[in-house]
């Protein structure tokens, strides 16, 4: 049996002539009275309702008003709820006013029976189930399909998402049926750069980033991710999560990054990750990272007394937390992003240092604290103007600073306007503003502010110093035949307009 969910379950008790809701057109209400609401009260019913007495009172109005109350009972978890116009007629009381009877019959609490799927070939139910924080056997409680539809679309694993239907199986059992399109398995980002030639360090930049998602058709991860820096440096990223671990709301991930700065130094960071997912989106990790720097030939040699990059050995413990709600997985109208990473632990570093005319190799140990934050929000102004804000701040507070250890700032997805890593420090902030102009999703033109702020690292002959980074630009994204493009053109105030840094991304559906 197929059950509807909207004005199809709004009954009329009583007959309605035509010329009674015509007349309700040029009346306004008057009285509202709720015969029978249980097990909600009258008066949040009666609150639910779009008019109130004293509100012109049309037929459309009037149909949203029952829909309103519908979805209400839905979100309780009486989706089969019915109402029921018990009168509709001239107010006693008011004579040039309506007056409203209603009744609303809750009908059974329902039970998840099943999940289906139509026009899937990989995901399975139990991972939309999970996604949605659903059990066979739960109350359905709350029952939103239009929210259901706008969490899985928001997850950018489907390209089509349709509300559930709801199927009864039984008495007080239902399934749901799902009506999706799956996106591609995975997408391959192409990020392309020029930056001026500048202290040796201008030319082409780029990375390439493929990201393979819903592996499985149970939302595991896997992204490698390779960027060639001018001055020699590259960097290479592998991440693997799987987001339910044993199909359960804890979360693993793990992570290897390995940068190479020409020949002074070697580092790889390794981190595994366990976190835990509540219903309401927020995410708690903890997690466990190790460092491992090995300085190159360039820095073994001494620079004054002691030696360049020490060899460094680093184990930190950390703590997190995530939290997103957005509308649109690639160009989001409205929502909130926000990640908090602590971190804290000990580091072995090991030098060698002038003792007179010979060398000596010293060892010690130091403790790192380290903090990394981003936020994102997204804020429709008027018409098709969506402001985009938030920033990102990292610190790291240690008795001894190495120059593997510090932040970097600068580049296409930092601080734009600025070449790649052009900033280093031990504490780095960026704070964007963005106003998008949004054509058809997920197209849109942009113009964009940041302003990032450096803290360099302290020296025995020099003090910590603090310095701030304007940046500008306009940038378009495009979606093509090829995949999604991205390119924007970026300045600063210190070097002439047709200086800037043009950044181009190609993301690519697999």
Not at 352 to 373: F, K, P, S
Request: charged share 20%; hydrophobic share 40%.
């Amino acid at each position: 049996m197929l059950v509807g969910f909207g004005p199809n379950r709004l009954l009329f008790a009583q007959p309605i002539s035509a010329d009674t809701l015509r007349l309700s057109a040029n009346f306004r209400l008057g009285t509202i009275h709720i015969l029978e609401s249980a097990p909600l009260p009258a008066d949040v019913v009666r609150a639910a309702l779009p008019f109130r007495p004293g509100d012109p009172l049309t037929t459309e109005r009037l149909q949203a008003g029952l829909a309103t109350i519908a979805r209400l009972y839905a979100r309780a978890g009486y989706p089969l709820a019915r109402v029921i116009i018990r009168q509709l007629d001239l107010d006693p009381a008011h004579p040039d006013r309506l007056l409203l009877t209603l009744t609303v019959e809750p009908g059974p609490r329902l039970y998840l029976d099943r999940i289906l799927l139509q026009g899937t070939r990989r995901t399975q139910p139990a991972f939309v189930a999970r996604l949605l924080h659903l059990r066979p056997g739960q109350w359905l409680r709350p029952f939103d399909p239009e929210r259901m539809a706008e969490r899985l679309a928001a997850s950018g694993l489907f390209r089509r998402v349709d509300p559930p239907l709801l199927y009864l199986t039984g008495d007080t059992t239902a399934a749901l049926v799902f009506s999706l399109e799956e996106a591609p398995p995975g997408s391959f980002n192409l990020l392309l750069g020029y930056q001026p030639a500048g202290n040796g360090r201008g030319g082409l930049v780029g990375s390439g980033h493929l990201w393979l998602r819903h592996l499985f058709g149970a939302g595991r991860e896997l992204e490698l991710q390779l960027e060639r820096l001018p001055g020699r440096i590259s960097r290479f990223r592998l991440e693997a999560a799987d987001p339910f671990l044993l199909s359960t709301a804890f979360l693993i991930r793990f992570s290897f990054i390995g940068r190479q700065q020409d020949s002074t130094y070697n580092r790889q960071d390794v981190r595994l990750t366990l976190g835990y997912q509540f219903p309401s989106g927020l995410q708690i990790t903890s997690s466990w990272r190790q460092e491992i720097t090995r300085p190159g030939p360039a820095g073994l040699r001494l620079a004054g007394s002691q030696q360049r990059i020490a060899r460094g050995n680093a184990t930190l413990l950390g703590f997190g937390l995530r939290w997103q709600q957005l509308d649109h997985p690639v160009a989001p109208r409205r929502g909130l992003m926000l990640t908090i990473q602590a971190e804290r632990g000990r580091k072995t570093r090991s030098t060698r240092q002038l003792a007179g005319l010979d060398t000596i190799r010293v060892q010690t140990r130091t403790r790192q604290d380290r903090l990394e934050a981003t936020l994102r929000f997204y804020h429709p102004l008027t018409g098709r103007l969506v402001l985009v804000g938030g920033g990102e701040l990292a610190l790291l507070r240690a008795s001894q600073y190495d120059a593997a250890d510090l932040y970097r700032l600068g580049g296409a997805r930092s601080l734009r306007g600025y070449n790649e890593e052009q900033f280093v420090g031990v504490r780095t902030a960026r704070v964007l503003a963005e106003v998008r102009y949004l054509l058809t999703l997920p197209t849109f033109i942009f113009a964009f502010l940041d302003v990032g702020y450096v803290a360099t690292a302290p020296r025995p002959d020099r003090p910590i110093r603090t310095t701030w980074h304007p940046g500008y630009g306009l940038g378009v994204q495009v979606e093509t035949g090829a995949g999604l493009l991205n390119l924007s053109y970026a300045l600063n105030p210190n070097e002439p307009m047709l200086d800037g840094r043009l950044h181009l991304q190609l993301m690519l559906a697999l």
